[in-house]
């Protein structure tokens, strides 16, 4: 019978993933403001370049992707309301309305605005009705239908070798 001590592996010792906790944390509360990784990592005590490599390693993303992420996240909350597209993009932090629109389609697959339409129940961009929106369900789980997730891009085609 083995007794041996459990060992952390590197980039999960408690005291990094406390530190990149804080991290995160501090992401989730200052998402509308631009990411300065040089400041995070010395608010954490880390090198920059160690705080990029633990973050990916703890989270499984860079602390930019978390940070689109949340930004999207809040994003979907604030298309059900009144702003437009423009100031929901500029309300979470996105320096142009492009980017905004960029992010948000390849987090969640659709534009901005055919998310709007959708989540009010209206017609799709091709005019075709659509079913009822999110709003009837619970917000557990209308959160996680609505969350962002990063699409990953399909493998290419083989192409025959002749």
Do not use: H
């Amino acid at each position: 019978m083995d007794i041996s001590p459990v060992r952390s592996t590197p980039g999960k010792r408690p005291t990094d993933v406390a530190r990149l906790r804080r991290v995160r944390d501090l992401i989730d509360r200052t998402y509308a403001a631009p990411l300065d990784v040089v400041a995070l990592a010395r608010g954490a005590d880390m090198a920059p370049g160690w705080l990029s490599r633990r973050f990916r390693t703890v989270y499984g993303q860079s602390p930019y992707a978390y940070l689109t992420a949340r930004r999207v996240d809040r994003a979907t909350l604030l298309l059900r309301g009144d702003l437009g597209v423009d100031a929901v993009g500029a309300a979470v932090g996105c320096a142009t309305p492009g980017i905004f629109t960029a992010r948000f389609t390849e987090l969640v697959g659709m534009a901005p605005e055919r998310f709007r339409r959708l989540t009010e129940g209206g017609a799709d961009t091709a005019g075709a009705a659509v079913g009822p929106g999110i709003e009837g369900l619970p917000a557990c789980l209308a959160q996680r239908v609505a969350r962002a997730v990063r699409n990953q891009e399909a493998p290419a085609p083989a192409r025959p070798l002749t």
